[in-house]
């Protein structure tokens, strides 16, 4: 497995997701994962064993986060959170890094402001083909995502990523 060089600026969700569903250690292969100040207090809040005892080269960002006015009019006209807006802000500051979040409007936003995105489906994709995962593993995960997790996914989309999941390795 070949670290990637790229820099990972986190919302809570999929930080929360991935060690929900035991696969924290799926970021393990990011050079530095970077999260604010507002997301470091919601995954405390709502799932603090996913920081503690972390292998992961994970940098807290402690001082105040600058937001260009610009960035907040767009955060709050899609009803970001604050956390949500303090990563994007984040993205603007250590671009090109890669945005980490399962909110569609966060997604939406960074897809706008032309942010690398992914969430957690993603990096269990990604896992396949960094050689962390089987295939099967992953399909495995997937299936049991909405008993484990509180990741929202419609049971269609589900469906439709397993079964390409199958198709692109002949399962």
């Known amino acids: 497995m070949i670290k990637s060089q790229a820099k990972l600026i986190c919302d809570a969700g999929p930080i929360i997701h991935l060690d929900e569903i035991y696969c924290i250690d799926l970021l393990n292969d990011f050079d530095e994962i970077i999260i604010p100040p507002t997301v470091e207090r919601e995954i405390t809040t709502h799932r603090p064993s996913a920081l503690q005892g ?44 890669i945005f980490l979040t399962d909110d569609a409007a966060a997604r939406l936003v960074a897809e706008q402001m032309r942010f690398n995105v992914h969430g957690t489906i993603g990096i269990l994709v990604r896992s396949i083909r960094q050689g962390q995962k089987r295939p099967e593993e992953v399909l495995r995960i997937l299936s049991e995502l ?7 996914i419609k049971a269609s989309l589900l469906k439709e990523i397993m079964q390409k999941i199958m198709d692109e390795f002949r399962l």
């Open 54 to 97: 972390s292998s992961l080269a994970l940098r807290m960002q402690v001082k105040r986060i600058d937001i260009r006015e610009e960035l907040l009019t767009l955060c709050r006209n899609c009803s970001l959170d604050a956390g949500e807006t303090e990563a994007l802000a984040l993205m603007e500051k250590y671009s090109p890094a």
């Open 146 to 152: 909405p008993l484990k997790s509180s990741l929202y």
